[in-house]
């Protein structure tokens, strides 16, 4: 599988931005994907998640309530749109993609950079 990445920017505090993730190759053996993301000098940490048959979601807690996650099944697309965006969100986000539940994820794509000014 290979995973495409883009939409991240700058904006202020309190904007908005939607990453994209499109995904190519094998597909059909994906079970799920998520973003992670990895401020400077931390640990990457999950952000957010979605099966790829779109029934189940999940969130970190420091993003309930802000972001939301949707795929687009012609595409093979999944969207993360962040809202209400804080400077601690600042952080290269990746992509990730797992072939089935409790496996680790194992394709990853580029990252994309999100900054939030104050």
């Known amino acids: 599988v290979q995973l495409q990445a883009s939409g991240g920017g700058l904006v202020q505090a309190g904007g908005s931005l939607r990453l994209s993730c499109a995904a190519s190759?094998?597909?059909?053996?994906?079970?799920?994907m998520a973003w992670f993301r990895q401020a400077p000098g931390k640990e990457r940490e999950f952000v957010s998640g979605?099966?790829?048959?779109?029934?189940?979601?999940y969130f970190a807690d420091s993003v309930k309530g802000r972001f939301s996650i949707s795929r687009d099944n012609a595409k093979n697309t999944v969207y993360l749109q962040m809202n209400s965006l804080k400077p601690e969100d600042t952080a290269v986000y990746y992509c990730?993609?797992?072939?089935?539940?409790?496996?680790?994820?194992?394709?990853w794509g580029q990252g994309t950079l999100v900054t939030v000014s104050s």
């Open positions: 990730a993609t797992q072939p089935r539940i409790n496996a680790n994820f194992d394709s």
């Open positions: 190759g094998r597909t059909f053996s994906i079970y799920a």
């Open positions: 979605i099966t790829w048959s779109g029934e189940y979601t």
